[in-house]
Nanobody, 121 residues
Framework: QVQLVESGGGLVQPGGSLRLSCAAS????????MGWYRQAPGKQRELVAD???????NYADSVKGRFTISRDNAKNTVYLQMNSLKPEDTAVYYC???????????????WGQGTQVTVSS
């Protein structure tokens, strides 16, 4: 069974930093895409950043220059380094991945359980 497990959320003051991690575990044949989304109270879930297998990245305009996404393909892990955090970054952050489980060539979408990030003084 494939799972995405996030860690690294918490409470931080404005201007501070956090690093989120998301590890994909289970019987995995290939991971094609990994990304981070967030959902603030009363708002729709939105893309924060994503990264392809080759390392191409994409960021929401609101986080460009402050957040950095990276991945370790050997560890099936994606990271989100968040610097210069603002109160408006407060949300539940979700890891997302398109991957093929072992024995299958079709890719499926998986979500993590979410990790809370709160930016407040």
């Amino acid at each position: 069974q494939v799972q995405l497990v996030e860690s690294g959320g918490g409470l931080v003051q404005p201007g501070g930093s956090l690093r989120l991690s998301c590890a994909a575990s289970g019987s995995i044949f290939r991971i094609y895409y990994m990304g981070w989304y967030r959902q603030a109270p009363g708002k729709q879930r939105e893309l924060v950043a994503d990264i392809t297998t080759s390392g191409s990245t994409n960021y929401a305009d609101s986080v460009k220059g402050r957040f950095t996404i990276s991945r370790d393909n050997a560890k099936n892990t994606v990271y989100l380094q968040m610097n210069s955090l603002k109160p408006e970054d407060t949300a539940v952050y979700y890891c997302n991945s398109n991957l093929s489980p072992t024995g299958q060539i079709v890719a499926y979408q998986y979500w993590g359980q979410g990790t809370q990030v709160t930016v407040s003084s």
